[in-house]
């Protein structure tokens, strides 16, 4: 055999060991790319630890890399979160956006983000954690109150679960968008606390929101089957009062009587509970849960309250029994000169309310 054959005979082997080779290595060994000393000291900062492979790959490097060279870059951080989603490395995302978060001033894009990671890990006591630093950078938004209030739900702490899907409504911007989710929410956590009467309210003032789009047939059913899990007793009235809506605002004054004590309260058929002054509470008698916390929009603005409980409330023939009614500082629950509070949907649910340009009729639901 002459030198040339030999060498093209050895060429042969070599490919075909080469060849060989490459086929016994794993396909991990062949393609993990190297990463630099700059990438590993940006996922330090955002304590998360990742393979190789998927540090590495041109999804994760990138946004990475981005980060190395602008460490507070916001689409940078969006891209890895969705990228390390997708990659199945769900906690690393959810701990980059709350280190991200924490080491450029606060972000609520990234706490958003990790909460309802967490959610999805059913870390319910970290999502709640997460959701806390958001609502302290954004104490008068919804969004935060929400996500804590479904990792309370969901965690096994339905009061403040209900404090929290109150404040999610109270905060709501436009009632007419809101969504169904707290007020079910709600209701689910007045149901594991076997206070079914109470589970009643939060779905009867979502169908008071929208008749039309939410009184259906899933709703009525909810309903009645609180009602009858709670044995709730049906509202007391002997017919229908009228109340004229005033010029121009049209604000409605009404003489109400709380544990047989007079006040005068504004018709709010926006309000989910029943308001009143910490000073006219105490007068009345109402039972105040001091451990409980909400937050409530004011004609002043947000104010703090408490939940309580009403033994009796009456407006002039109508009368309901344990009413839930939210109690609010004298400095911050001011209704207008000579109010004591509001009349709010905890009462007024339990009638039949219509509402045209000239006045208000609420009567029992027995007068359909």
């Not at 009467?197 to 259906?216: F, G, K, M, S, Y």
């Not at 899933?218 to 009858?228: D, E, G, L």
């Not at 006219?280 to 947000?302: C, E, P, Y």
């Not at 409330?313 to 400095?331: K, M, T």
Request: charged share 25%; hydrophobic share 40%.
């Amino acid at each position: 055999m002459t030198a040339s054959k030999v060498n093209r005979c050895c060429i042969r082997v070599g490919s075909l060991l080469a060849s060989w080779l490459a086929m016994s290595v794993p396909v991990a060994a062949q393609t993990a790319p190297s990463v630099g000393p700059d990438i590993v000291a940006t996922m330090e900062r955002l304590a998360i630890k990742l393979p190789a492979e998927i540090a590495g790959s041109e999804p994760v490097r990138r946004p990475l890399e981005e980060l190395t060279r602008e460490r507070c870059d916001q689409k940078a951080i969006a891209t890895l979160g969705t990228e390390l989603d997708k990659a199945g490395y769900r906690r690393e995302a959810a701990n980059a956006h709350v280190s991200y978060s924490e080491s450029c001033g606060g972000y609520p894009p990234s706490l958003r983000s990790a909460a309802i990671i967490l959610l999805r890990l059913t870390d319910y006591a970290k999502a709640a954690t997460v959701a806390s630093d958001l609502i302290k950078l954004q104490p008068f938004n919804d969004s935060g109150y929400y996500l804590r209030a479904v990792a309370y739900d969901r965690g096994g702490f339905p009061k403040k679960a209900i404090d929290d899907y109150i404040t999610t409504i109270e905060l709501f911007g436009n009632k007419e968008k809101i969504g169904s989710a707290s007020y079910y929410g709600m209701a689910r956590s007045y149901e594991k606390l076997g206070q079914f009467c109470d589970a009643v309210l939060p779905i009867e003032t979502w169908v008071a929101l929208n008749p039309a789009r939410n009184d259906t047939s899933q709703t009525r059913a909810v309903i009645a089957a609180y009602a009858a899990k709670g044995k709730c007793q049906v509202a007391a009235t002997s017919g229908e009062e009228v109340f004229t809506l005033s010029r121009p605002n049209n604000v409605v004054k009404l003489p109400v009587t709380i544990n047989g004590v007079r006040g005068v309260f504004v018709l709010d058929t926006g309000a989910t509970f029943v308001s009143l002054k910490a000073a006219f509470a105490q007068k009345a008698k109402v039972q105040i849960d001091q451990d409980s916390a909400v937050r409530l929009h004011t004609a002043n603005g947000i104010a703090e309250g408490k939940r309580g409980r009403a033994a009796t409330i009456e407006l002039r023939s109508l009368q309901a029994n344990d009413v839930a009614v939210v109690v609010q500082p004298d400095v911050q629950g001011t209704f207008g000169e000579g109010v004591d509070g509001l009349l709010g949907m905890s009462f007024l649910s339990r009638f039949k309310l219509t509402i045209d340009a000239q006045a208000v009729k609420i009567s029992n639901r027995k007068d359909k």
